[in-house]
């Protein structure tokens, strides 16, 4: 009997913790009493605020799915996908242009958009020819499962109503909106593998060197935070799925949610990183085994969330321990190989830098060299020129020194000069107050004499005046 070993854990993102939302995802196995037989799903509801019970719609489509394909295991004659190998991709949802794979306008004329639904519309077509039967019986069991999950979320809608919040979130939108969620499973059977998914997530599979791959065609409608769903009109033909009727089962399937898938980057550009860490899952369940590895993986999810998507994580996985067990250790070998490719890769490019960053410090030291000769010259040429100022400056000094002592002597004279001048001053005021003095004394003398003068004309008769007039005519004879 082969050794699977199945486990599936969903928890809480770290933005739902922090808006007291609850876990949307939804995850469950399931394993038949012979081993020989097991399923793993994980769906995801959709987070938006429309979606107000889309962690009720992923339990009820993980709850159907697995109804549906245990029913589907147990009464589908194997032969009918015994030897075959399909991957068919999401297809047309108008079964009048279905396979249709003209052109609708010129290729240079279309948008990247339409490119790729072209693209995907004609891979589709060419992938289902020739398992025309197979793709009926596979496409008639998703059908069970979409009309179902219909049913039982109007029954759910209908037993426990939408409350007054609800409504106005849903606003006049379809019941479904309300239950939005993706899905996608993983069956195995003695026969054959069978895997289908709707929306995004990641299916992954990997053989005995845990060499990763996704057997799944991806969907063009599910890129950044678009994605395909069971709450959108007609949503069957947007499913797609594999399978593998050749016995070549896989060692390990990985089912996850975008929350984990979102944790590592993103998976079309990088997807080593989530390979890494699924690839390390398995070694660390083949060397500590499942249960230690289940606890550590619960522990670990949110704080991965919490530092990564903040999304809800589901993940869901069927492990054949022994047929790891090697590649278990090949992968060890390999991360260390790559670890140390790594450091080697560090190292050359650390000597790579400094071997750049030493010429063109040797550039710069022969610059700074060239320019230390130049200012050599100009020292020497300033030199010189501070010796000739140096000498001018003495000469400039001792000139100065020789107009100091002239200064001196200069004052020196300038203050017997002004000294003189306040004397000739002093001397001047003095001869100009004794004038004043002698102005008035000759003022008052003057006055004096004007007094007698007019008191001896009062004194003196006319007569007199005229006798004397012929005296001054004789008087002026004479002389």
């Given at each position: 009997?082969?050794?699977?070993?199945?486990?599936?854990?969903?928890?809480?993102?770290?933005?739902?913790?922090?808006?007291?939302?609850?876990?949307?995802?939804?995850?469950?196995?399931?394993?038949?009493?012979?081993?020989?037989?097991?399923?793993?799903?994980?769906?995801?509801?959709?987070?938006?605020?429309?979606?107000?019970?889309?962690d009720v719609g992923s339990?009820?489509?993980?709850?159907?799915?697995?109804?549906?394909?245990?029913?589907?295991?147990?009464?589908?004659?194997?032969?009918?996908?015994?030897?075959?190998?399909?991957?068919?991709?999401?297809?047309?949802?108008?079964?009048?242009?279905?396979?249709?794979?003209?052109?609708?306008?010129?290729?240079?004329?279309?948008?990247?958009?339409?490119?790729?639904?072209?693209?995907?519309?004609?891979?589709?077509?060419?992938?289902?020819?020739?398992?025309?039967?197979?793709?009926?019986?596979?496409?008639?069991?998703?059908?069970?499962?979409?009309?179902?999950?219909?049913?039982?979320?109007?029954?759910?809608?209908?037993?426990?109503?939408?409350?007054?919040?609800?409504?106005?979130?849903?606003?006049?939108?379809?019941?479904?909106?309300?239950?939005?969620?993706?899905?996608?499973?993983?069956?195995?059977?003695?026969?054959?593998?069978?895997?289908?998914?709707?929306?995004?997530?990641?299916?992954?599979?990997?053989?005995?060197?845990?060499?990763?791959?996704?057997?799944?065609?991806?969907?063009?409608?599910?890129?950044?935070?678009?994605?395909?769903s069971l709450c959108n009109?007609?949503?069957?033909?947007?499913?797609?799925?594999?399978?593998?009727?050749?016995?070549?089962?896989?060692?390990?399937?990985?089912?996850?949610?975008?929350?984990?898938?979102?944790?590592?980057?993103?998976?079309?550009?990088?997807?080593?990183?989530?390979?890494?860490?699924?690839?390390?899952?398995?070694?660390q369940m083949a060397k500590?085994?499942?249960?230690?590895?289940?606890?550590?993986?619960?522990?670990?999810?949110?704080?991965?969330?919490?530092?990564?998507?903040?999304?809800?994580?589901?993940?869901?996985?069927?492990?054949?321990?022994?047929?790891?067990?090697?590649?278990?250790?090949?992968?060890?070998?390999?991360?260390?190989?790559?670890?140390?490719?790594?450091?080697?890769?560090?190292?050359?490019?650390?000597?790579?830098?400094?071997?750049?960053?030493?010429?063109?410090?040797?550039?710069?030291?022969?610059?700074?060299?060239?320019?230390?000769?130049?200012?050599?010259?100009?020292?020497?040429?300033?030199?010189?020129?501070?010796?000739?100022?140096?000498?001018?400056?003495?000469?400039?000094?001792?000139?100065?020194?020789?107009?100091?002592?002239?200064?001196?002597?200069?004052?020196?004279?300038?203050?017997?000069?002004?000294?003189?001048?306040?004397?000739?001053?002093?001397?001047?005021?003095?001869?100009?107050?004794?004038?004043?003095?002698?102005?008035?004394?000759?003022?008052?003398?003057?006055?004096?004499?004007?007094?007698?003068?007019?008191?001896?004309?009062?004194?003196?008769?006319?007569?007199?005046?005229?006798?004397?007039?012929?005296?001054?005519?004789?008087?002026?004879?004479?002389?």
């Open positions: 009997m082969e050794n699977w070993n199945l486990f599936h854990l969903s928890v809480l993102g770290a933005g739902h913790v922090k808006t007291g939302k609850p876990c949307q995802d939804y995850s469950l196995t399931w394993q038949s009493d012979d081993g020989l037989k097991h399923v793993l799903i994980v769906c995801d509801g959709h987070g938006g605020s429309t979606y107000v019970r889309s339990k009820i489509a993980a709850e159907v799915a697995l109804d549906e394909i245990r029913r589907f295991i147990s009464e589908q004659s194997p032969e009918l996908l015994m030897n075959k190998k399909i991957a068919v991709t999401a297809r047309d949802a108008n079964p009048a242009t279905r396979w249709n794979t003209i052109p609708q306008k010129p290729l240079p004329q279309m948008t990247e958009t339409e490119m790729m639904n072209w693209k995907q519309k004609w891979c589709f077509v060419q992938q289902v020819a020739g398992f025309e039967e197979q793709d009926k019986a596979i496409m008639g069991m998703l059908e069970k499962i979409y009309q179902r999950w219909e049913e039982n979320i109007v029954n759910h809608a209908q037993i426990i109503p939408l409350t007054k919040d609800e409504r106005l979130a849903l606003g006049e939108k379809r019941i479904e909106k309300a239950y939005g969620s993706t899905l996608m499973a993983y069956a195995k059977t003695p026969d054959y593998w069978l895997a289908f998914q709707i929306g995004d997530g990641r299916l992954l599979m990997c053989d005995q060197q845990l060499n990763w791959r996704q057997p799944v065609p991806w969907d063009c409608n599910c890129f950044q935070n678009f994605t395909t009109r007609q949503p069957v033909s947007s499913f797609r799925y594999a399978v593998d009727g050749t016995g070549a089962f896989p060692a390990a399937v990985i089912c996850c949610t975008d929350g984990l898938e979102d944790s590592y980057g993103d998976y079309e550009v990088a997807p080593e990183r989530l390979h890494n860490f699924l690839s390390g899952l398995l070694q500590h085994g499942m249960d230690t590895t289940f606890v550590n993986l619960k522990e670990f999810l949110p704080k991965l969330s919490a530092i990564g998507s903040k999304d809800d994580i589901s993940i869901a996985g069927a492990v054949n321990l022994q047929a790891i067990a090697t590649g278990s250790e090949q992968f060890s070998l390999r991360m260390r190989r790559d670890e140390l490719n790594r450091q080697h890769n560090e190292r050359a490019k650390r000597i790579g830098q400094a071997d750049t960053e030493l010429r063109l410090l040797e550039t710069d030291c022969a610059k700074l060299q060239k320019e230390i000769e130049e200012k050599r010259a100009q020292h020497f040429l300033l030199k010189d020129k501070v010796s000739l100022l140096l000498d001018q400056l003495y000469d400039l000094l001792f000139q100065e020194s020789v107009c100091e002592v002239d200064a001196a002597e200069l004052t020196k004279k300038l203050e017997d000069v002004l000294c003189k001048k306040n004397e000739m001053c002093s001397e001047l005021q003095r001869l100009k107050d004794e004038n004043e003095k002698m102005d008035r004394e000759a003022v008052v003398e003057k006055s004096e004499l004007k007094k007698q003068h007019d008191e001896l004309q009062k004194e003196v008769d006319v007569p007199v005046e005229v006798d004397l007039k012929p005296e001054d005519s004789s008087s002026n004879q004479h002389d």
